[in-house]
C-alpha cells in the first residue's frame, strides 16, 4: 500500500540520521509535531508580548515583572491541584484549552476596549504571555519525560529539541510577515490554533505509550508505561527550598541562575528603551523588528544544537559551557558601553539568547544529574521559577533605580561588566565542583544527543 510504502520510507530515513528503532518511529513524530505546535504557538505572541510591553511604557516594565511574578504565584499552585487529581489524558488537553480559552478572550477584549483602556490590556497581555510560556512549554517536557524511558530520552531527545526549534523560528515569522497585513489581534487566534493542535498532537502521543514501552524493552522501568511516573518522590513541600538553603553547590546553581536573568532583564530594558526611541509610535514596524531578531535567535539556535552542543561539552567540559555566556556578556556590555548603537544591542541579544538555548541551557541541566531525585525535582523547580523570577526583579527594579540615578545608556552597561566577571567566576567554580562530585559519586556524564536535548526544556520560554 501506498501509506505502508511511504512509512517505510520515512523510518528508512529517520534511522539514518537518528538513533531510532523499532516502535518508537510513531511516538517520535508526534512528539516532535507537539513540541513544534507548542513554540509556534509561543512565538506567534512573543513580539505582541514584547511590543505590548513597550506600548505601555518602558518605564512601567518592572512593575509587570512583578505582575508576572505575582501570576506565577497564583497559578502554580492551581495546576499543581489539577495534576494530583485527574490523570494525564485529562489535565493536558485541559491546561491547554484553558490559555485557548484565554486567547480567544483576549481578542474578543481587543476587539471592543476603548483606546484609553487598551494600555492596561496590553499590560495585562504582556503578563499573561510571561506565565503562559511557562506552563505550556513545562507540561510538554513533563509529558515527555513520563512517556520515554531515560535510554529512550538521551537517544531522541536532541530530536525533539529541534522540533520545537523549528516551531519557534516558524512561529516568529508568521508574526514578521504578517503582523502588519493579517493585523496583530488576528495573530491571536492563529496561536490559539496551533495550541489547539498541539493538544490534539499530545493525545495522538498518549495513545502510543503503549508501543513505545514496548520498544523499550528491558530498559524500560519494570515494564511500566508510566516509568517513575507512579512513584512518589515523598519529602516536605519546602524540601528543596532547604536543600537549596544548605547546599553551597545548590546555592552556586541559583546563583548562576539570577544573574542570568538580572542580567537578561537589563538588556531586556535597554532594548525597550532603545527601540522606543528609534522607532517612535510605529508599533506594526516594531513589532516586525522583535520578530526578526526571534527569527535570527532560533536560526542560530538551531545551528548550534545541531552541530556545536553536543561537541562542546563533551570535548571542553561543563565548566565551558556554563562560562560561555557570562564571558561574551563581559565582551558585549563592554562593546555596548563603548558603542551604545542598535546594531551591537541586537548583536549581544541574538548571541546571548541563543547561546543560552544551546550552549549554557544545556550545561545547567547537568549539573543537577549528580543530584538526588528529590533535589532534581524539588531544588531544581525552586531555581527554575521563584529564582529565576526573583532575577527579573531585581534586574527590573535595579534598571530603574540606576537610570534614575542619572546613568545614560553607556553608563547602564558599564554597571553590568563587573557583574559580568563575578558571574563568570562563579561558572568556572560551579563546573571544578561538578566534577568532584561527579569523580566521588562515578555517575556518568549524560550523551551528546541527550546534552543537545535539554537546550529545549522549559526554562526558556519564559523570557
Request: glycine share 10%; hydrophobic share 50%.
Amino acid at each position: 500500500m501506498p501509506d505502508e510504502a511511504m512509512r517505510t520510507i520515512v523510518t528508512r530515513v529517520l534511522r539514518r540520521t537518528v538513533d531510532v528503532r523499532e516502535g518508537e518511529t510513531g511516538a517520535l513524530a508526534w512528539s516532535f509535531a507537539y513540541f513544534f505546535l507548542i513554540l509556534t504557538s509561543y512565538y506567534i505572541l512573543r513580539p505582541i508580548r514584547d511590543e505590548m510591553g513597550v506600548m505601555g511604557g518602558v518605564e512601567n516594565l518592572a512593575w509587570l515583572f512583578t505582575g508576572t511574578l505575582v501570576g506565577m504565584l497564583i497559578l502554580h499552585p492551581l495546576y499543581s491541584s489539577l495534576v494530583a487529581r485527574m490523570p494525564r489524558r485529562r489535565f493536558v488537553p485541559l491546561t491547554y484549552r484553558f490559555f485557548i480559552l484565554n486567547l480567544v478572550l483576549f481578542y474578543l477584549v481587543f476587539r471592543v476596549v476603548e483606546p484609553e483602556r487598551a494600555v492596561w490590556v496590553g499590560r495585562l497581555f504582556f503578563i499573561w504571555v510571561s506565565v503562559f510560556n511557562l506552563f505550556v512549554v513545562s507540561v510538554f517536557w513533563s509529558f515527555m519525560t513520563d512517556v520515554y524511558c531515560p535510554s529512550q530520552s538521551k537517544r531522541l531527545f536532541g530530536v525533539l529539541a529541534v522540533g520545537g526549534t523549528l516551531g519557534a523560528i516558524l512561529g516568529s515569522l508568521i508574526t514578521s510577515l504578517l503582523a502588519v497585513s493579517f493585523g496583530t489581534m488576528n495573530l491571536l487566534l492563529l496561536s490559539g490554533l496551533f495550541l489547539e493542535l498541539a493538544s490534539r498532537a499530545s493525545g495522538a502521543l498518549g495513545r502510543r505509550e503503549g508501543v513505545l514501552a514496548q520498544a523499550a524493552g528491558v530498559d524500560h522501568v519494570q515494564g511500566e508505561p508510566d516509568g517513575k511516573g507512579g512513584e512518589v518522590i515523598g519529602g516536605g513541600v519546602l524540601e528543596g527550598v532547604g536543600n537549596v538553603a544548605r547546599s553551597p553547590y545548590l546555592l552556586g546553581i541559583a546563583g548562576i541562575m539570577l544573574l542570568f536573568t538580572v542580567s537578561t532583564t537589563f538588556l531586556y530594558f535597554q532594548q525597550a528603551d532603545l527601540t522606543a526611541r528609534i522607532f517612535g509610535d510605529d508599533s506594526p514596524e516594531r513589532t516586525r523588528f522583535f520578530a526578526n531578531i526571534d527569527v535570527a535567535v532560533n536560526t542560530l539556535t538551531l545551528v548550534t544544537q545541531l552541530f556545536v552542543t553536543g561537541r562542546v561539552l563533551k570535548w571542553a567540559g561543563v565548566g565551558f559551557g556554563l562560562a560561555f555566556l557570562p564571558l561574551v556578556s563581559v565582551v558585549g556590555f563592554g562593546v555596548l558601553a563603548v558603542s551604545p548603537v542598535l546594531a551591537v544591542l541586537v548583536a549581544l541579544q541574538v548571541i546571548r539568547r541563543a547561546g543560552n538555548y544551546a550552549i549554557q541551557r544545556p550545561a545547567r541541566e547537568v549539573l543537577y544529574t549528580v543530584l538526588p531525585r528529590a533535589d532534581k525535582y524539588k531544588s531544581k523547580n525552586f531555581n527554575d521559577t521563584f529564582v529565576y523570577r526573583v532575577g527579573d526583579q531585581i534586574g527590573a527594579w535595579s534598571y530603574t533605580l540606576v537610570g534614575a540615578l542619572g546613568l545614560g545608556f553607556a553608563g547602564l552597561s558599564t554597571t553590568m561588566v563587573p557583574f559580568s566577571v563575578f558571574w563568570f567566576g562563579l561558572a568556572v567554580w560551579l563546573g571544578v565542583r561538578y566534577g568532584q562530585i561527579q569523580d566521588r559519586k562515578a555517575v556518568t556524564v549524560p550523551t551528546a544527543d541527550h546534552l543537545r536535548s535539554l537546550s529545549g526544556r522549559p526554562e526558556d520560554a519564559i523570557r
